[in-house]
T-cell receptor, first 109, second 114 residues
Framework: EDQVTQSPEALRLQEGESSSLNCSYTVSGLRGLFWYRQDPGKGPEFLFTLYSAGEEKEKERLKATLTKKESFLHITAPKPEDSATYLCAVNQAGTALIFGKGTTLSVSS | EAGVVQSPRYKIIEKKQPVAFWCNPISGHNTLYWYRQNLGQGPELLIRYENEEAVDDSQLPKDRFSAERLKGVDSTLKIQPAELGDSAVYLC????????????FGPGTRLTVT
């Protein structure tokens, strides 16, 4: 049973075309929800941690939000350098991270 | 500040051969993780250390995989003998201890078993 589901699997945007990535989770006892960015051939790079429903965090063109069932990563006016795979992960009751399969974002100029 | 260091970056071996991966975590991070990432998938935990102690190794295939973190700093993950299905990227991560801390990942070792 999937505990973390990300959608869409792949997303193609034009430069400047804003959109959102979704991460839904079914774990109980959520201790934290994490967003990572992964470029080809590299390890995941930490972006955000969200701990409670209603929390929001921003970094440049990215904004992450959290509800009791899902999280969104909003990308405003993306640039080609935002192209990467975005991974969502949850920490359940102090265990290690449980990752989704990721959303691969391609932004063309 | 130096990040998580892993070596080698790439390794190609024949099946049934042994292989070892090395990781040096961020200074001051007591918690160390080994993950395996298959193509098109998110990382999956193999083992988690708190200092020298392996506190979660439930997903480690113990018949062929072993790991150690003798002095509570760097760590080695070994596979012996390797199988074709072990081809993947092996990622090391570290974090501060306690609670749901963000984990910082190394660049990974891409293993190809032929």
């Amino acid at each position: 049973e999937d505990q973390v589901t990300q959608s869409p699997e792949a997303l193609r945007l034009q430069e400047g075309e804003s959109s959102s990535l979704n991460c839904s989770y079914t774990v109980s006892g959520l201790r934290g929800l994490f967003w990572y960015r992964q470029d080809p051939g590299k390890g995941p790079e930490f972006l955000f941690t969200l701990y409670s429903a209603g929390e929001e965090k921003e970094k440049e063109r990215l904004k992450a939000t959290l509800t009791k069932k899902e999280s969104f990563l909003h990308i405003t006016a993306p640039k080609p350098e935002d192209s990467a795979t975005y991974l969502c992960a949850v920490n359940q009751a102090g265990t290690a991270l449980i990752f989704g399969k990721g959303t691969t974002l391609s932004v063309s100029s | 500040e130096a990040g998580v260091v892993q070596s080698p970056r790439y390794k190609i071996i024949e099946k049934k051969q042994p292989v070892a991966f090395w990781c040096n975590p961020i200074s001051g991070h007591n918690t160390l993780y080994w993950y395996r990432q298959n193509l098109g998938q998110g990382p999956e935990l193999l083992i988690r250390y708190e200092n020298e102690e392996a506190v979660d190794d439930s997903q480690l295939p113990k018949d062929r995989f072993s790991a150690e973190r003798l002095k509570g700093v760097d760590s080695t993950l070994k596979i012996q003998p390797a199988e074709l299905g072990d081809s993947a990227v092996y990622l090391c991560a570290s974090s501060l201890s306690g609670g749901a801390r963000e984990q910082y990942f190394g660049p990974g070792t891409r293993l190809t078993v032929t």
